[in-house]
């Protein structure tokens, strides 16, 4: 990716990432900016750095808007409704008409082109989940080299837990999906799982500078490792590879550039004739590492499986919460990760059942009596119920 940048502008990244207010990180990237030279090699990466200016003013309005009325987050937040799902597509393939079914969302559904024009939520309610759903204006061919309108719906999506991409079979769908494809690869949002996940943790402890490795290095040593992030003025860092990553997949995570969104294709219109052979088309194109529904808005056949499909898509579980004193468990369930452990579950909850963590009491149909004891490295599933206890 990144090559033979200057030396002032890798360590202005540096800087950049050192930064706290937005307003600064934002100063930083403009200079940054000035120092890289302006040529084909770079240009992926300055798009990325214009998006995250972009995206950096976005979390200023929204913060000053936040700033009437949002108290701090009380002891017992249920937090539901935090997932968020973006749907995006080209103009008019049934986004405003997908919203409307699901949720109460008060939308404008119409065969008039670029109808809904900023990013508009809905509520879907899954059992006992809530699955915030929310429309992206419509993307434009080359969305993400135009003005502020464009890069908006791409920060939309980048900013998702999820994505539903949307697609009208009554005109071409491999075009669409290609091109869809190609404006996220460009705001460098995969759709597809990656081998592994880089994350680096700066330390800014000023003494004793070091960088730890932890994971496994694909085709490089712990020295390019050192060497890449010394030239970006890191000295001190923790860099956590959770799979196999390579220098690239390091450098990425330097420039907090590529994001995963988990995702499903909605394959919209089967109303309409012919639709079988296109879907089948779409379906050897993808192949199988996105789930794809074929739907249709007008009849509803197909949604019915929608909301088991974005649960399934987003890897994470139910657990129920019960507070020792009480009979029953919360009704509202906390949503963490496959494979979370109690501690993973008392981190979410609040940090001051992490750190005062004593042990936990567990009601689940795999166990062979409920409740059980059990420590905080117990892995949790879907539909568990656990009391925490504190020393
Ligand atoms: N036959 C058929 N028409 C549909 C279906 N879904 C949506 N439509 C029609 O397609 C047109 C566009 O629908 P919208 O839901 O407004 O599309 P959108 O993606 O929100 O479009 P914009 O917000 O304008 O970009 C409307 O006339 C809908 O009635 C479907 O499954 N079958
Ligand atoms: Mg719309």
């Known amino acids: 990716m990144v090559t033979n940048l200057p030396r002032e502008a890798l360590h202005k990244w540096g800087e950049v990432a050192l930064a706290k207010r937005p307003k600064e990180k934002i100063k930083k990237i403009q200079e940054f900016l000035s120092l890289v030279p302006k040529h084909k090699g770079t240009e992926s990466l300055r798009d990325h750095a214009k998006r995250k200016i972009a995206s950096l003013r976005e979390e200023i309005v929204d913060k000053k808007r936040k700033k009437i009325g949002v108290g701090r987050s009380s002891f017992f937040i249920e937090k539901e409704g935090d997932t968020q799902i973006v749907i995006l597509g080209f103009t008019n393939v049934g986004r405003s008409s997908l919203l409307s079914i699901l949720t109460n969302a008060n939308v404008e559904i119409s065969s008039y082109p670029y109808t809904t024009k900023e990013p508009t939520p809905g509520m879907f309610q899954y059992q006992d989940l809530q699955f915030q759903l929310v429309e992206a204006p419509a993307l434009i061919e080359n969305v993400a080299d135009r003005g502020a309108r464009g890069l908006k719906t791409l920060t939309v999506a980048r900013n998702a837990d999820g994505l539903l991409l949307m697609v009208d079979l009554s005109k071409d769908p491999i075009q669409q999906y290609s091109l869809i494809s190609k404006e996220l690869e460009k705001a460098r949002i995969l759709t597809r799982k990656p081998k592994g996940k880089v994350e680096i943790e700066r330390t800014y402890k000023g003494a004793g500078l ?18 890449l992030l010394k030239g970006y003025g890191i000295y001190d860092a923790m860099v956590k590879i959770q799979g196999e990553a390579t220098v690239d997949d390091v450098e990425d995570a330097i420039f907090e550039g590529t994001v995963y969104r988990p995702t499903i294709l909605i394959a919209n219109k089967t109303d309409y004739p012919n639709t079988a052979q296109k879907i089948e088309q779409l379906e050897n194109f993808i192949g199988d590492e996105i789930r794809i529904l074929p739907a249709s808005c007008k009849t509803k056949n197909g949604l019915e499986k ?40 008392a981190k979410k909850i609040h940090s001051d059942f992490y750190k005062q963590f004593s042990y936990a009491k567990i009601w689940a149909k795999r166990l062979r009596f409920s409740p059980q004891k059990v420590g905080g490295n117990f892995i949790l599933e879907d539909g568990d119920t656990v009391e925490l206890h504190m020393h």
């Open 210 to 227: 070091k960088i730890i490795i932890v994971g496994r290095l694909l085709n490089s040593t712990f020295k390019d490792i050192e060497e």
């Open 306 to 345: 929608l909301g088991s499909e974005i649960f399934e898509m987003l890897d994470i579980i139910r657990v129920y919460t019960k507070e020792p004193n009480k009979r029953s468990p919360s009704k509202k369930p906390f949503t963490t990760k496959v494979d979370s452990t109690i501690l993973d579950l």
